[in-house]
């Protein structure tokens, strides 16, 4: 809207003549305000003046030519809290809002020229007369918010609009939100009672259930089926599920805390956690089949496995063999974090952490998640080798092949014959460790990226990578006491003393000291991962010694008799043979022994090693294929490479697989696009 029109603007218009002369003519008759504009010799008149029938007409005209951009031009910046508002609203609320905020603009730029009042009237009228601009048009209905066919403006609400716009900013003119009905109904707490099982019915089972045992309830209280379904969407999962699910599953539904290691180094926290097998082995005590328990302590900081063990169940002994595994191999741990379980939470294991100065801390209950770093090497590492072997008996294991095996199994064990589908102790524990091994050598995600060498590539560290990093970066491993490691309990079985022997696993084992202990029991402590001895105990605990294996046996005859004997078997052959020689030619015959060349194995060992020594500083030293670290170098030593590999010339593997994938990197391109425009423009 403007404040002044010019004659020509105004002829024709109601209540005004339809010349601009009669125009003029009616202006100095009434004397009207005037003023020339600005730039011309034009005459305007003030908008005050007019009469009112042609101020309607020029206020109808300028609604009617209104758009978006102009109603933009006059957007005021709201305040931050109203922003903070209109962020949170739905949809459907934000649409009403900007369809009524619309009309508030309009009127506030029609509340320049007239009163506010008079716009008002004016919006109405041509709201219902459908002379609004298609702008303002397209927004009646929308602005309304209802449901109604006769939706149009009236004054009342224009002026409710304006009003909560200036009380409450933009906000206050979108629509209240329709909230639920959280009300709790009277039934819930007994239809709840035959929802929340753990059987989990379905909800039509569970309203049988509830309306066959409230035969009581009036017909117009009880609930249809359809009204328990929608109050039970109404409700969270955690709260609907419970009971349905256990304390360890509903924690599925919950919100969790992720965990960052990037603060912590090697052996700050290791993480202990048991697992049975999921596959079948047999037992190299008893010759039975069953599944072992394997604990694993995980490094958080590096994800390395730093120790395991093997036992039959999740005790006390497999803690202190997993702990004395990890502490000789990897040094000192900080923190010890496990569950409650009763193989972590006892006094034996609280003795030896205190010992090796160590804190041991728990979970809660029925929280592995908190525990993820070694929940998931579970199925990454144990359950991926359980479906390496025939007797995997996992859950996603086809149903009739597992009931095959199981059936060959136990009929072969009860002939007498070792199971063909059942692998050995000895051949599990061999694909255990490495499987275990291949875990710390593989790239894991949990750890941070860095650019291989070798490919040219980034990738995650390795969990040995890590662990190597933190070591060049300056940590070293906090090494124990070897004695209180060495007095760590083992795994323990009791066995007779047969002649200073006892026997173990098909092996055969020897100590001196236990002359005076023959047909005596004693506790024999072993160690999977050395077969080479034992280590006798007393039934009071008192460590008798080392006992080897095979520690009495000795060769069946000496060294020198064999030889001699030997010798004169050669000897008594070679005369046979001079004698049937003469036989046959009739004449003397005088047969030489020539010597075969020495082997150098048969040299002094002084002799041996400076021949060695004296052959690797002779031999020609083969080049090593090293990487300039300039990335100019780089391709200047792949265009040498190119120019030998096109001459003919051989290159060597790594040579080779470099020059066939430094092409692929970034760089390439971009040094050669360098060299190209720098040999045209030296052209």
């Not at 009434?30 to 008149?45: F, H, P, V």
């Not at 003795?351 to 998931?376: F, K, M, W």
């Not at 859950?395 to 095959?404: F, I, V, W």
């Not at 006491?481 to 173990?504: K, Y």
Request: with cysteine; charged share 25%; glycine share 6%.
């Amino acid at each position: 809207m403007r404040s002044w029109y010019t004659p020509q603007e105004l002829a024709g218009l109601p209540s005004m003549p339809g010349t601009v002369q009669g125009i003029r003519k009616v202006a100095q008759r009434e004397c009207w305000e005037g003023q020339r504009r600005l730039g011309s010799k034009a005459i305007e008149y003030a908008f005050a003046v007019l009469p009112k029938e042609t101020q309607a007409a020029l206020i109808a005209a300028a609604v009617a030519n209104s758009t978006p951009e102009i109603l933009a031009d006059t957007h005021v910046l709201i305040s931050g809290r109203d922003v903070e508002n209109a962020s949170r609203l739905s949809d459907a609320q934000s649409s009403v809002m900007t369809a009524r905020l619309a009309f508030v603009r309009e009127i506030e730029r029609m509340s320049k020229v007239v009163s506010q009042n008079r716009a008002i009237l004016t919006l109405v009228a041509l709201a219902k007369t459908g002379d609004l601009s298609p702008y303002l048009n397209d927004r009646v209905i929308r602005a309304n918010d209802r449901k109604t066919e006769d939706r149009t403006l009236s004054e009342r609400t224009l002026k409710r609009w304006l009003a909560d716009y200036r009380a409450h900013g933009e906000t206050g003119l979108a629509p209240a939100r329709r909230q639920k009905d959280m009300s709790v109904p009277a039934w819930a707490a007994e239809f709840l009672k035959h929802y929340q099982r753990p059987q989990k019915p379905s909800v039509e089972a569970a309203y049988e259930k509830f309306k066959q045992l409230h035969q009581d309830i009036q017909a117009s209280v009880c609930p249809s089926i359809h009204a328990v379904r929608r109050w039970l969407k109404k409700l969270s999962p955690s709260v609907r599920e419970r009971g349905r699910m256990g304390p360890h599953e509903l924690n599925a539904l919950k919100a969790y805390n992720r965990r960052q290691a990037d603060v912590l180094w090697p052996n700050d926290v290791w993480v202990a956690d048991g697992h049975t097998f999921d596959a079948e082995v047999i037992n190299p005590l008893t010759g039975q089949i069953f599944r072992p328990e394997i604990t694993m302590v995980i490094d958080w900081a590096t994800r390395r496995i730093v120790g395991f063990s093997v036992n039959l169940a999740e005790s006390t002994l497999a803690t202190l063999d997993t702990l004395r595994d990890g502490v000789s191999r990897c040094g000192m741990y900080k923190i010890f974090y496990v569950d409650n379980g009763s193989g972590f939470d006892n006094a034996t294991v609280y003795e030896v952490n205190d010992r090796l100065g160590g804190t041991i801390t728990h979970s809660l209950p029925y929280n592995s998640q908190a525990r993820g770093v070694i929940e998931r090497p579970h199925k990454t590492i144990l359950v991926r080798l359980a479906k390496s072997f025939d007797s995997y008996i996992g859950a996603d294991m086809d149903k009739e092949a597992a009931t095959k095996t199981h059936k060959l199994s136990r009929k072969q064990l009860a002939l007498g014959i070792a199971p063909t589908v059942v692998p050995e102790f000895a051949v599990f524990f061999s694909d255990l460790q490495q499987a275990l091994d291949e875990y710390n050598r593989r790239p894991h995600r949990g750890l941070p990226k860095f650019r291989d060498l070798q490919t040219m590539r980034k990738r995650h560290q390795s969990p040995m990578e890590a662990w190597k990093s933190a070591e060049v970066e300056g940590w070293e491993p906090l090494l124990a006491d070897p004695r209180i490691v060495e007095s760590l309990t083992r795994p323990q079985v009791e066995r007779t003393v047969h002649r200073c022997q006892v026997l173990w696993n098909t092996g055969t084992y020897f100590l001196k000291d236990l002359d005076g202990f023959h047909g005596e029991q004693v506790r024999v402590a072993y160690d999977f991962r050395d077969a080479s001895r034992v280590w006798i105990h007393s039934q009071d605990g008192d460590l008798l010694g080392e006992a080897l294996l095979d520690g009495n046996a000795s060769p069946a005859m000496p060294k020198t008799m064999l030889e001699k004997a030997s010798e004169k078997r050669e000897r008594g052959q070679l005369s046979r043979l001079v004698k049937k020689a003469k036989t046959i030619t009739g004449q003397d015959v005088e047969m030489h022994v020539i010597g075969s060349a020495s082997s150098p194995y048969d040299l002094p060992l002084e002799q041996l090693a400076e021949a060695q020594r004296f052959a690797q500083l002779s031999a020609p030293q083969a080049p090593t294929f090293e990487l300039p670290t300039d990335p100019t170098a780089r391709y200047r030593l792949w265009n040498q490479l190119d120019a030998r590999l096109t001459s003919g010339e051989s290159l060597n593997p790594e040579e080779t697989q470099w020059h066939s994938r430094y092409p692929q990197h970034p760089d390439f391109m971009s040094i050669r696009q360098m060299f190209e425009f720098a040999k045209q423009a030296s052209a």
